[in-house]
């Protein structure tokens, strides 16, 4: 079974920098592959959780939070189309929050953040370990996206739901 790494707080803001290409390959007995700048990795040989961490952590110079998921749970998430008649376009963004373990259960949904009309951060639903929403392309959405860990109780790293179809789409390859 694919397993797919979400590296979180890295290559942002010239902290915690490092090549992905290059870890991919150091990785390469497990077929590991690089998807973008932001630490995401689709694991295609079968390796336990607590190895891969261990591989992981040998690898980076620097101690990261490491999230972890089966591949079939992306896939099960992609083929969902969660996004059916959301907004989308230059200036909303589709998102992906992956929580290290399930998380607090939302009292309702949308919840947006701030509150009230002029929300920076919309949270539709959740699905198992992912929360699903848009945000809008503006500099105080990072400080909200990182709201998600209290909210939730737990650590959450966020991806680009492109990033989410992408990684799909390798491990749809990958089984066939």
Known sequence: MALVVFLRGVN???????????VANELSEFDVVNVGAAGTFVVRNRISQTKLRAELHRHLAFEAEVVICKGNDVLDLASANPFAGQP?????????????????????????????????VKILGTKDRFVL???????KTIRYLGELDKIFGVLATTRN?????AIARILQNAES
């Open 88 to 120: 989308a376009g230059p200036k909303i963004v589709r998102f992906v929050s992956i929580l290290a373990k399930r998380g607090q259960p939302l009292p309702s949904t949308p919840l947006r953040i701030p509150s009230g009309r002029t929300w920076s």
């Open 12 to 22: 942002v803001g010239g902290h915690r920098t490092f090549r992905p290409s290059v």
């Open 161 to 165: 739901w492109n990033t989410i179809t």
């Open 133 to 139: 929403g848009v945000y809008r392309r503006e500099m």
